[in-house]
């Protein structure tokens, strides 16, 4: 738990320790009280956390209902953004950025960075931060490599935190919303990042079942910085 984390805790503690002081000068009992509710705030602080990320986008047509479920679930993603897409396409980014998701780095054309110059690389990746930057005013502090492959060499060129995954749905694969489901419900444990395309419509359904089943579970979505600071 971070700084923040702990503040907030030991102020809401603080908060139910008055509360339980004032109930026993009325008789109630305080360490009954006390007991109850420090098992209230240990609940909360214990919640499960997830994060859902999507790569390639944006899509014209299933970003944009990508965004309207998570926004109706009232849950923040990340997407991982290629450049050639945020050009045409900015007012999608846009929405995604005012709507409160991450945005981070997926190169400009998706092309296997360990394959090209250095040079040719971080120009794939510095490009892109240019134009998400253009877009929403913010550079991106995350990348994730297509195929997950990165150039060890780039590290001291390229200053961004490489971001991967731990369930990968292969969406674009199977294009079987029953199929991506499964895939995650069967394999996510706590603090996993999990790994999807804005660009199918089968995993627009599949992202709102995953959700409520998800959350029915215990589970909170967050945005990877989230996972990554703790």
């Known amino acids: ?80 953004l290629l450049g050639e897409q945020v050009e045409k396409y900015p007012d999608i980014v846009k929405r995604m950025s005012e709507e409160g998701h991450l945005i981070g780095n997926h190169s400009y054309k998706h092309e296997q960075l360990s394959k090209l110059s250095s040079v040719q690389a971080c120009t794939q990746v510095n490009r892109t931060n240019e134009l998400i930057y253009s877009v929403t005013g913010k550079y991106p502090e995350y990348l994730r490599p297509p195929f997950g492959d990165w150039k060890d060499r780039l590290d001291c060129e390229v200053n961004m935190i490489e971001v991967l995954w731990d369930v990968d749905t292969l969406d674009w694969s199977s294009k079987n919303k029953d199929k991506v489901v499964n895939k995650v419900v069967t394999n996510v444990e706590e603090g996993d990042i999990i790994l999807m395309h804005d660009s199918y419509e089968s995993t627009v359904s599949a992202t709102k079942e995953i959700i409520d089943i998800l959350q029915k579970d215990g589970y909170e979505f967050v945005t990877v910085d989230e996972l990554i600071m703790e």
């Open 1 to 80: 738990m971070n700084r923040i984390g702990r503040k907030k805790l030991w102020q809401k503690l603080l908060l139910l320790d008055i509360i339980c002081i004032v109930l026993l000068l009325g008789g109630v009992s305080y360490q009954k009280i006390e007991l109850q509710t420090r098992e209230t705030v240990n609940t909360i602080q214990e919640k499960k956390k997830v994060a859902l990320t999507f790569d390639d986008g944006p899509h014209p047509v299933y970003t944009p209902e990508m965004l309207d479920v998570l926004k109706e679930k009232n849950v923040k993603a990340t997407f991982f």
